[in-house]
């Protein structure tokens, strides 16, 4: 089971900036993708900007130019730096990696980001 912790949600004004980390643990064997979705209220969920293990990077068209996804190197760690936040990117922002030689999803618990007009 591979868990993981989201955090650096909050409150901010229109134009401002986040950053969100995610931290995996317990049994890491082989990450696949690790990546951000978002789902707004009343909304289906989305992907924001996903990493894989061989450096291609996605980003949905909403957020490029403004978000940025960062997997540092021999760290179960993932990144995601928002600037120039809009009203529109208020979400649950959801941590997501894909792992193993029969590859399993994994789900955080979510982080709120609110942006305020």
């Known amino acids: 089971q591979v868990h993981l912790v989201e955090s650096g949600g909050g409150l901010v004004q229109a134009g401002g900036s986040l950053r969100l980390s995610c931290v995996a643990s317990?049994?890491?064997?082989?990450?696949?993708?690790m990546g951000w979705y978002r789902q707004a209220l009343g909304k289906q969920r989305e992907v924001v900007a996903t990493?894989?293990?061989?450096?291609?990077?996605n980003y949905a068209d909403s957020v490029k130019g403004r978000f940025t996804i960062a997997v540092p190197h021999a760290e179960n760690t993932v990144y995601l730096q928002m600037d120039s936040l809009k009203p529109e990117d208020t979400a649950d922002y959801y941590c997501?990696?894909?792992?193993?030689?029969?590859?399993?999803?994994?789900w955080g618990k979510g982080t709120l980001v609110t942006v305020s007009s």
């Open positions: 997501y990696v894909r792992q193993g030689d029969y590859p399993v999803d994994y």
């Open positions: 317990g049994s890491i064997v082989k990450i696949h993708t």
């Open positions: 990493a894989t293990s061989s450096g291609y990077v």
